[in-house]
C-alpha cells in the first residue's frame, strides 16, 4: 500500500486483491468460518487523499467522504457511515484520543461487491494515511490488530504483500513476493452477497491446504500454478449466479493457464504467460461476456 505527501494532502493507494486459495475449514460460534487463503494484491487501485481538519465545529461531522466514480465503474458507493472507510477513520480517531477530524476523496476503480477486496483495502489506506495525516505513530501491527475489528481482509491490505491468511482471516503471514504475473479479471453485472454465499457454504469434511500452492509460488511462474488454485467458495456462487459458471466455461474454453473465482464473487480471473497473451484474451472476453474486463498485474 503506498502512500505519499502530496499538495493537497496524505494520497494512498488501495489495491484491489485475488484469492488464490480459499478453503473454509469451519464455521465459528461468533458467525464467521474459519478458514485458509492465500491472496495477493494486483495492480487496480482506488486512490485515496486525506487531510487533516481542525479543530472539529461544534456539530459538524468529524469524518467527511467525498466519493468519484471513475469512469465505466456503474455503481453506487455508500457515503457517510456505511462507508467502510468512514468507519475505519472513526475507529482509530476514537481509539486514540484524537480530537480533530480528516477530510478523505476517494476515487473508485475496484467494484464492489466483487471478491476484489476493494471495501477493506479502502478501509486499510485511511488507517494509514489518518496515522499519518494525525500523526499518531501507530505501528503497522497496532493498525492491523485495529484492522480486524472493522473486517476480515483489512489486516491483510496493511501487510504490503502476498500473504497466507487463517482464522477468519485477520491471522496474516506475509509471503514476500510472488514473482510477475499477467492476470484478466471480468466482473459480471451481477453481484454476490457475501454473507449469502458463505451462509450456504458446507465446510469440506476432508478440507485441502495450501501447501502445495506455496511450494509452487515464487519457484515457477505462477501461470504453472493452475492445477493448485482452489475457492471453496466457487460451486455455491455458482449455484447463486449463472455468470460465474458461465466464466469459468469461456476461460477454460480460451485456455488460460490458471483462472477461479475470488474470493466469494462474482469477479472472476484468469492467470497469463505473459503481458501479450492477457491483451488478446482480454480482447476477446470483452466480446463474449457481459460485464467489466481488467487487465492487471500482481502487484507483489
Not at 125 to 145: D, F, P, T, Y
Not at 171 to 197: F, H, K, W
Not at 208 to 219: I, N, S
Request: proline share 5%; with cysteine.
Amino acid at each position: 500500500m503506498l502512500a505519499r505527501r502530496s499538495a493537497v494532502g496524505i494520497e494512498v493507494q488501495a489495491p484491489a486483491k485475488i484469492n488464490l486459495f480459499l478453503e473454509v475449514l469451519a464455521r465459528r460460534a461468533d458467525g464467521f468460518h474459519e478458514m485458509e487463503t492465500v491472496i495477493a494484491p494486483i495492480s487496480l487501485y482506488d486512490t485515496l487523499v486525506m487531510r487533516d481538519v481542525r479543530p472539529v465545529a461544534s456539530g459538524s461531522a468529524a469524518i467527511t467522504l467525498q466519493v468519484q466514480i471513475a469512469a465505466g465503474l456503474r455503481q453506487a458507493i455508500p457515503g457517510g457511515g456505511e462507508n467502510l472507510a468512514v468507519q475505519a477513520a472513526e475507529l482509530l480517531r476514537r481509539r486514540a484520543g484524537f480530537g480533530g477530524g480528516l477530510a478523505i476523496r476517494l476515487i473508485k476503480r475496484i467494484p464492489a461487491g466483487s471478491g476484489l477486496g476493494g471495501g477493506s483495502s479502502d478501509a486499510a489506506a485511511v488507517l494509514v494515511g489518518a496515522n499519518i495525516c494525525w500523526r499518531l505513530g501507530w505501528s503497522r501491527a497496532e493498525l492491523m490488530e485495529l484492522g480486524a475489528e472493522l473486517g476480515s481482509d483489512v489486516p491483510f491490505f496493511l501487510a504490503g504483500t502476498a500473504a497466507i491468511c487463517r482464522g477468519r482471516g485477520e491471522q496474516v503471514q506475509p509471503l514476500g513476493p510472488l514473482g510477475s504475473g499477467d492476470v484478466v479479471i471480468v466482473q459480471p453485472e451481477d453481484r454476490l452477497s457475501t454473507a449469502e454465499v458463505y451462509r450456504r457454504c458446507q465446510p469440506a469434511a476432508t478440507p485441502r491446504h495450501a501447501e502445495d500452492l506455496l511450494g509452487v509460488l515464487g519457484q515457477e511462474p505462477i501461470s504453472t500454478a493452475g492445477r493448485y488454485l482452489h475457492n471453496r467458495l466457487q460451486p455455491v456462487a455458482a449455484s447463486l449466479s449463472p455468470s460465474v459458471a458461465k466464466m469459468q466455461y469461456e476461460f477454460e474454453r480460451l485456455g488460460f493457464p490458471a483462472h477461479q473465482m475470488t474470493g466469494s464473487g462474482s469477479a472472476y480471473f484468469g492467470i497469463c504467460r505473459h503481458a501479450r497473451q492477457a491483451r488478446r484474451l482480454a480482447q476477446i472476453l470483452r466480446g463474449r461476456l457481459s460485464g467489466s474486463v481488467y487487465q492487471v498485474r500482481l502487484a507483489c
